[in-house]
């Protein structure tokens, strides 16, 4: 018996948690509502079968309870009961599916004026590209990738080099306009899914998959990676902003195109960066730290134009062709102190570019020249150590706040409190980065240990040049 009334009470109280719930959809921000029409009709399918097999459990736990002397009738088989369960379940699966082609019909029957935007994932970002003045994507091959070249574009198309690249995982579109959206993935599987449009689909490596939807709504909106894509995919996010149409124009002609970038018109920066990231995707920092401390290899702390003492008792300076020889042939001239335990790798010409070009970026404040400003130590500290990739200085969004106007701007933290940024707030957030997180970013910066001369010169290169205006 009370075997009866706890699945009774399981029964009805899902019921009353579905009508009452906290969590439900948000307002839909596209011409996508027929998804959520889907959705319910499924929900009200589910639902009444969930009540219908619940009720029926009741029933039969009730009715066949055990007695005393009482026997079961062999019944192997009923005719009617099986016909009315395959005609019930049938009607079921009609009444979910049927639905749902007719909108997968019109999810990929795109509208003949519908613009186009490419979205390309990696691990564990997105970047976006455009359509120049020609209204025509350039063709790629995803072979082309490199740091000079993130999107693969081919060089010998002349419809690629008015493109627009937009290496920010944030993208503005216009309102009210259909946007074709083709997806193309570096590496893994990725899932391109913005929640207020209720539109996501797979990237699928070697593929170009695609979707359409009409923004509705003026605002931001959170892009997320739905599919798990290795240890960072938490990381994997961005945000659409949808203006109106003169606001998107304005920022559009502002993006930087194919030709400009080839044509060096990009921040100086940059090359820095996509060498850490060399740096990052081939391992070098599993064995060369930054910070001055011993691991397997020796440390990229003031690397560049350092001596080096070698096993065999020469002397050689960390220059462009000791580092080219020591990743081909990493066993030539190795580092006294040190095992011959390093693989020979064989990189693209432009990745050796941008690692050679962090390599000269790794100072530390000892090994940087006494005419050098501080200020000039902390910038090379900031590029070096990975800073300007998640902090712009052109006042754009990242992962995490501008540092355009940084030294003394008041922030509005996640606790509600205001911090006004000074040498004390800096440090803390270096050292304890999740003590104080600002307003609007998530607490995904790990902890740095500096020492007190390396701060000085970060804290010195904020304020000259990162101030508020």
Not at 265 to 272: G, Q
Not at 415 to 423: K, P, Q
Request: aromatic share 12%; proline share 5%.
């Amino acid at each position: 018996m009370w075997v009866a009334a706890v699945l009774l009470v399981v029964v009805v109280g899902s019921v009353v948690f579905n009508f009452f719930t906290p969590w439900w959809f948000g307002e839909v921000a596209s011409n996508w509502g027929s998804i959520d029409d889907t959705v319910l009709l499924t929900l009200w399918v589910c639902g009444v079968v969930f009540i219908l097999v619940g009720l029926f459990l009741v029933f039969s736990v009730y009715k066949y309870r055990f007695r005393q002397g009482a026997r079961a009738r062999y019944e192997p088989e009923n005719a009617r009961l099986e016909l009315w369960l395959t005609v019930g379940t049938t009607l079921g699966v009609v009444a979910m599916l049927a639905p749902g082609l007719v909108v997968w019909d019109e999810f990929i029957r795109v509208p003949a004026e519908a613009s186009e935007m490419e979205v390309f994932g990696e691990q564990w970002r997105w970047r976006y590209r455009l359509p120049g003045t020609d209204g025509k994507l350039g063709t790629t091959d995803i072979r082309n990738v490199s740091t000079r070249n993130p999107f693969g574009l081919n060089d010998d198309d002349p419809t690629g080099l008015d493109d627009v690249l937009i290496q920010s995982p944030e993208i503005h579109i216009p309102v009210n306009v259909p946007v074709k959206a083709l997806l193309r993935s570096k590496d893994v599987l990725h899932d391109f899914f913005v929640p207020a449009f209720r539109v996501k689909m797979d990237l699928v490596p070697g593929m170009v998959t695609y979707f359409w939807f009409t923004p509705t709504k003026l605002g931001e909106f959170e892009i997320l990676c739905a599919e798990y894509c290795g240890s960072s995919h938490y990381l994997m996010r961005g945000v659409v902003h949808v203006d109106q149409l003169d606001e998107y124009q304005i920022w559009l002609e502002s993006q930087p195109t194919y030709a400009e970038m080839l044509a060096g018109a990009r921040p100086s920066n940059r090359d820095i960066t996509a060498g850490r990231t060399v740096a990052e995707t081939n391992g070098c920092l599993a064995c060369h730290s930054l910070d001055g401390s011993q691991v397997v290899g020796p440390t990229w702390q003031g690397l560049w134009g350092r001596r080096e003492r070698l096993i065999d008792g020469s002397v050689v300076t960390v220059d462009e062709a000791y580092v080219r020889k020591s990743i081909v042939n990493p066993a030539a001239q190795i580092v006294d102190g040190f095992a011959p335990v390093m693989l020979s790798y064989e990189l693209p010409e432009d990745d050796m570019q941008t690692l050679l070009a962090f390599l000269r970026s790794t100072v530390s404040v000892t090994s940087v020249p006494a005419a050098s400003g501080l200020e000039d130590v902390g910038e090379a500290l900031a590029q070096s150590q990975g800073c300007l990739a998640c902090h712009s200085l052109d006042g754009t969004k990242g992962v995490g706040p501008t540092w355009q106007g940084l030294w003394g701007r008041m922030e509005d933290l996640t606790d509600g409190s205001t911090v006004a940024v000074d040498a004390a707030y800096f440090k803390e957030s270096i050292e304890y980065p999740n003590a104080k997180v600002v307003k609007g970013f998530a607490p995904v910066m790990l902890p740095y240990q500096f020492t007190d001369q390396e701060i000085e010169a970060l804290i010195a290169y904020a304020v000259e040049r990162l101030a508020a205006p």
